[in-house]
Structure formats: structure tokens, C-alpha cells
């Protein structure tokens, strides 16, 4: 069974950095377009960062904009999303997921798929 198995979460101080990484078997990510998206207590899971299956475009929400960077390493069948400059808002579970077709871009839950078991990360202020 394929899987996409997330990494690289943790506690962190306001301000700093963390890279969370999404493993995957090569057949099963290789061609797809991946997403990032994140949920925190109470709320609903909302989109972050998308990246096409070339990784040549990428889409950011406004919130992960000119702070976080998604990007794929296809020798190592892994996504990553660099993120810095964190703030206590970005505290949540982090969850990796393989889009179903072309519509990956969108930030559209229902795109996608497959989804990771999720990372915890938590800002402390």
C-alpha cells in the first residue's frame, strides 16, 4: 500500500525555522502534483502550499506566503516545506497529500487523494 509518511515537526520559538519532509514511494508521487495543508484545534483543514508534479509551479496561501517554500526532491521521492519565520498561528498539524489529477493547484481538499499521518508543530510565542 502506498503511503506518504510526514516528518521534521516540533516545538519551535517565534521567529524560527522548521523543514517538514513527506516521503513517498517513487511510482506514487512522481507524477503527481503534491500538497502541503495544515490543521489546528477546533478549525478546518485549510490549504498551504501546492507544487506541480515537475515542480517548476508552485502556489502558496496567503498566510505561507514569502515565509514558507515547498519544493520536491525526486532522487529522494520527498516533498518538503520549508518554513520560517513561524508564528504561534502556525501551530497545527501539518499533513502532506498526493493531488488526484490537474487540479492540484486549486488548494482544494477534495484534490487530493492520498494523505501523510500528519507532524505536529507548535510556535511558542
Known amino acids: 500500500q502506498e503511503q506518504l509518511v510526514e516528518s521534521g515537526g516540533g516545538l519551535v520559538q517565534a521567529g524560527g525555522s522548521l523543514r517538514l519532509s513527506c516521503a513517498a514511494s517513487?511510482?506514487?508521487?512522481?507524477?503527481?502534483?503534491m500538497g502541503w495543508f495544515r490543521q489546528a484545534p477546533a478549525k478546518e483543514r485549510e490549504f498551504v502550499a501546492a507544487i506541480s508534479w515537475s515542480g517548476g509551479t508552485t502556489y502558496y496561501a496567503d498566510s505561507a506566503k514569502g515565509r514558507f517554500t515547498i519544493s520536491r526532491d525526486f532522487a529522494k521521492n520527498t516533498v518538503y516545506l520549508q518554513m520560517n519565520s513561524l508564528k504561534p498561528e502556525d501551530t497545527a498539524v501539518y499533513y502532506c497529500a498526493r493531488a488526484r489529477g490537474r487540479l492540484w493547484w486549486t488548494g482544494d481538499i477534495v484534490e487530493y487523494d492520498t494523505w501523510g499521518q500528519g507532524t505536529q508543530v507548535t510556535v511558542s510565542s
Open positions: 517513487e511510482r506514487y508521487v512522481s507524477l503527481a502534483g
